[in-house]
């Protein structure tokens, strides 16, 4: 009875790409329930997240749900990409467009998160709208054109609609390549019902997030402590990664290089790689050699793990390995970020100056430290110890 409720193709090895999928749909769902309730207003979209989270029925779980699930999501995504990388899928000709949309795809679900994190506009979505206009800024020649366009053409509305229009948009595009076309084929409910099924373990896991570690938003009434919510995963620290050298290398002519262009080189130059790399042929010679040296790791490999259970289980080793690396990075750079705590100095009861973000936040000349990047990510780690 079981098996036939058994995703096809899925199991403990390689089903986070479904898993990815369960947590994208599950993100749109939590969105829409908010739309309905949020308004993008400078004076009325934290008074509306509050409102979300302390009066309307269920709206703090759903609230939480929905920061939560990019969690999960970029562990889902970041272990699919290692296996789909190690399985050499970039070399197979037939999946070129599955490898290329599944890559791109990290673009909009990257942008997604940090248009999500503005748009509250509390004191920390306030600190993200501040340091955007400075990341860009740091681009050799066009970077104080473009840190003006950002500080010129920021409103919640605008930001608003990128968010749950144009990225969601390309997302959907970029999935229906990805994925969609091969599972409208197979049954879409069938799918989602099965991956769903193999999926329980970690949505499990998500609810229970969301109802133990919430956002504090019951200010002034319960302001958190000011180092809230260090050690804590949370979005924020996959765009915090980013933003780490302007701390610690502070002015170095190599932050818009590690910052910006190394990720994006990065990123495209694997998306790509299905399409260049199909050229890249040696000698028939060096063809031949290299053919049966290959065979005969191969041959060598297999008798080591002939085993089933072996194979799965060395696998599975080394992509939990690769993947805790990769996390572990994220981790290292960002555990101690105080993800909950601005609201425990920054809210209203300290009065409009400190405890609203300013109506004038676009004017550098009225607050010049925050052109200062370096003091900006001081403050956020340290608001202790840097004010």
């Not at 997240?49 to 029925?57: C, D, F, G, K, L």
């Not at 467009?97 to 998160?113: A, S």
């Not at 910052?259 to 028939?284: N, Q, R, T, W």
Request: charge should be positive.
């Amino acid at each position: 009875m079981l098996d036939k409720f058994k995703p096809e193709h899925v199991n403990w090895r390689h089903y986070f790409g479904g898993l990815a999928f369960i947590m994208i749909i599950l993100q749109l769902a939590t969105g829409l329930f908010l739309i309905f309730f949020y308004e993008p207003t400078l004076a009325d979209a934290y008074k509306t997240v509050q409102r979300i989270s302390n009066e309307i029925y269920g709206g703090g779980l759903i609230r939480n749900l929905h920061r939560w699930i990019p969690g999960l999501l970029f562990i889902a995504v970041l272990v699919h990409t290692i296996r789909c990388f190690l399985r050499k899928d970039f070399s197979n000709q037939q999946k070129r467009v599955l490898w290329l949309t599944g890559v791109l795809l990290l673009l909009p679900l990257f942008l997604l998160i940090a248009t999500g994190l503005i748009i509250p506009w509390e004191w920390k979505g306030y600190w993200f709208m501040e340091m955007v206009p400075n990341y860009f800024g740091t681009v050799p020649i066009i970077g104080p054109q473009l840190k003006s366009f950002f500080m010129d053409t920021y409103t919640i509305p605008r930001y608003y609609a990128l968010h749950i229009l144009v990225f969601p948009l390309i997302t959907f595009v970029l999935a229906d390549y990805h994925l969609l076309v091969k599972v409208r084929k197979r049954g879409i409910f069938r799918y989602l019902l099965k991956h769903t099924i193999a999926a329980l373990p970690f949505l499990i896991l998500l609810f229970y997030l969301a109802v133990t570690v919430q956002i504090p938003s019951a200010d002034p009434q319960e302001a958190p402590m000011p180092l809230e919510g260090a050690n804590i995963l949370a979005p924020e620290w996959y765009f915090l990664i980013v933003l780490l050298p302007f701390m610690y290398l502070k002015n170095s002519p190599w932050i818009p290089f590690i910052s910006i262009f190394a990720p994006l080189l990065v990123l495209f130059v694997a998306a790509f790689m299905p399409y260049y790399l199909k050229g890249s042929k040696g000698s028939e010679a060096e063809s031949y050699e290299g053919h049966h040296r290959a065979a005969g790791i191969r041959l060598v490999w297999h008798k080591l793990l002939r085993n089933n259970l072996v194979r799965k289980i060395a696998t599975g080793i080394v992509v939990a390995l690769i993947t805790l690396f990769f996390a572990g990075l994220i981790y290292v750079g960002s555990y101690n970020s105080p993800t909950f705590g601005c609201n425990s100095c920054h809210n209203i009861s300290k009065g409009e100056r400190l405890g609203i973000p300013p109506q004038f936040f676009k004017d550098r000349s009225k607050i010049p430290l925050l052109n200062d990047n370096e003091w900006m990510m001081r403050h956020w780690y340290y608001p202790n110890e840097v004010w």
